[in-house]
């Protein structure tokens, strides 16, 4: 692969709601769009997931532009490149700063897909062709609005419902879900909102047969999940936690989880999601994609990864819909009784709205 020319663009989308968790509330999605393009003409596209804001981990819109303009793209426009797995490689002596190594490897993933006329699932070893997944729903103001929304997922189909909860939106919330809704697939997320000195709550918790727990501890911590662990019944997911296959390794060693959520974004890429995913299968560790509020592209890279066969819950891949008036890929992604069906078209499989995308950009630049 010959990179001929890199667009980086600062974009904006309203999202139909605020989203809340445990640290934010957000009512619009910053992020930057890469498009990757070769001599031919063709484009591959990829998603910085980081926030306007150093909430989520250390990274943000403003930092990975910097690290993609004045470290990543040079690197890129200056070496051929085989395969997309070379890309993680190249970017190996720039410590961390992963969404903004996983953005670009990602579009270059994508152009090299449609270079191969293959899907990006296929090019990275996904056999299934249909996906389950589950809704995310933050905190809300009270708990009336929060079962009318859950009531509204379950009629959609949705394979899971995921809450986010903190200290004091926890307990009851999830005791009053289950008097309602005794059933369901049903995990909480909360974004590393406790200590060990809630164990005691946390420890209730088990008491309403939840799928998983997920983050409860500290975004850096594999040592007190490992403790807590031992005291749960529910297993514990980590999210924040894991940045690579080493991590992983790791935390599986000491008992700090039973569960792994793979974000791209967070992992640092394509290249380094698949190891995971294929370490957590010799662990026998069940693994599900994690989203970031992602637009159509972002969200169409975590489609395709989770095309691998360790893939086995559902992730937090909602319909366009749920987050946007209008995506910026054509189709939109839509949701039929809790499946995606993995789009057939090459690279992400599906078109991108360049006209939607030039209206909601604030600010882009070209590099060759």
């Not at 005794?182 to 997320?189: C, R, T």
């Not at 559902?314 to 819909?321: H, I």
Request: net charge negative; with cysteine.
């Amino acid at each position: 692969m010959k990179i001929k020319q890199i667009i980086l663009r600062h974009m904006k989308m309203s999202l139909l709601s605020p989203f809340t968790t445990s640290f934010m509330t957000l009512k619009e999605k910053e992020f930057i769009l890469i498009e990757v393009l070769n001599h031919d003409g063709l484009s591959g596209w990829g998603e910085s997931v980081a926030l306007t804001i150093p909430l989520y981990n250390e990274e943000t819109l403003k930092t990975n532009w910097h690290i993609l303009e004045d470290f990543l793209i040079p690197i890129v426009l200056k070496n051929p490149i085989s395969h997309p797995e070379k890309t993680s490689q190249l970017f190996s002596h720039i410590k961390a700063n992963y969404m903004a190594k996983s953005a670009l490897e990602g579009a270059i993933w994508d152009l090299y897909a449609k270079e191969q006329n293959i899907t990006l699932a296929q090019a990275l070893g996904g056999k299934l062709t249909d996906i389950e997944v589950g809704i995310s729903i933050g905190i809300q103001e009270n708990i009336s609005d929060l079962l009318s929304l859950i009531s509204q997922y379950v009629q959609d189909g949705y394979k899971r419902i995921k809450l986010k909860i903190k200290p004091g939106w926890d307990v009851e919330i999830i005791r009053q879900v289950r008097q309602q809704f005794p059933d369901i697939p049903l995990m909480a997320d909360a974004n590393s909102a406790y200590t060990l000195q809630d164990i005691n709550s946390l420890k209730e918790l088990d008491n309403f047969n939840l799928m998983m727990i997920e983050q409860p501890l500290a975004h850096d911590d594999i040592i007190d999940h490992a403790q807590l662990q031992k005291h749960l019944n529910t297993p514990i997911c980590l999210d924040e936690s894991i940045h690579s296959e080493e991590d992983a390794r790791k935390a599986i060693q000491l008992g700090s989880c039973r569960i792994i959520n793979i974000k791209i974004g967070r992992v640092g890429g394509l290249t380094e999601a698949r190891k995971i995913h294929n370490l957590c299968l010799s662990y026998n560790i069940p693994v599900w994609c994690g989203g970031m509020l992602e637009s159509g592209i972002g969200r169409a890279h975590n489609i395709a990864l989770t095309a691998l066969p360790n893939f086995s819950l559902p992730g937090d891949t909602a319909a366009s819909s749920r987050y946007w008036d209008q995506d910026i890929i054509l189709p939109e992604v839509t949701v039929h009784k809790g499946i995606i069906t993995i789009p057939s078209l090459p690279g992400i499989g599906y078109k991108v709205n360049k006209e939607k995308i030039e209206k909601l950009t604030l600010f882009k630049k070209t590099y060759d």
